[in-house]
């Protein structure tokens, strides 16, 4: 298919995703807890979104490869190395705003 | 509109019902962030009933990737939208994460309190996506934000007037 309002039912039955780097993809992916290999687009160079692979990468949250070296990625890919991700905290968040608005 | 919906969406999760009522604004061009939040509200609606919320459109300010010159012309022209929207809901708390269209809005907010007309609070979030730098709206807006909060050390070492508590979305 090309186009789908949401991908959360092909997440959950996923053994494996293999994305853009896309934030909302890689986020999304690994809020559901399944291992993720990220292709870069060299051609598309678009350095901010480079910048959260990245990051997920080197905190050991994610493979990361481009779309020369993806076959060999697959094949000698090491999931079970892969951290699980930690959801992020809106509560602190919240506990921020109060104690700036002295709602605590 | 879309990724940044869902970022701020997650940030209101945990407010309580001090933060009501919620107006929202979005670019005219928006299709897709008004579903999600409308949803947002309905679940919220459900504990709290006496929950509120509004929802503004104003023309967007800046297409990607648009020239430098047209952007100061179409951010101009957004002002001149936001400034009556800005001065109509008088808000305390003005909460934005990123997308253009939050420029107008914020110095809006901003010039209104230079004129002694209404003092709001702007807090800025930015994106989870920006680890390294900063997006154009949050270049320009920490110099007028209260509170301007990053989700990476990184970005904390480079701005230290930003505020880090993590990851919060």
Known sequence: FRFKDSLAEELQSADLVISHAGAGSCLETLEKGKPLIVVINDKLMDNHQLELARQLHRDGYVLYCNCSTLVETLQSMNLSALKPFPPGQPEKFASFLDKVFGLQ | ?169
């Open chain 2, 1 to 169: 509109t879309g990724g940044h919906t869902t970022e701020i969406l997650r940030l209101l999760s945990c407010l309580s019902e001090s933060y009501s009522p919620r107006h929202y604004v979005l670019a005219d061009s928006d299709k897709m962030s008004e579903a999600k939040i409308r949803s947002f509200e309905q679940k919220r609606a459900e504990t709290f009933s006496e929950s509120q919320f509004s929802l503004d459109r104003i023309p967007r300010s800046r297409e990607v990737r648009q020239s430098w010159i047209s952007s100061v012309v179409t951010t101009l022209y957004s002002i001149l939208y936001s400034l009556p929207l800005t001065y109509k809901r008088k808000p305390d708390l003005i909460l934005c994460n990123g997308p253009g269209t939050c420029v107008p809005v914020c110095l809006s907010a901003f010039l209104l309190g230079l004129l002694r007309i209404k003092r709001t609070i702007i807090v800025y979030v930015e994106s989870i996506c920006r680890v390294e730098t900063l997006s154009l709206s949050g270049k320009i807006l920490y110099y007028f934000s209260d509170y301007f909060i990053v989700q990476w050390p990184d970005l904390k070492k480079k701005y230290p007037k930003s505020v880090y508590l993590g990851r919060i979305v």
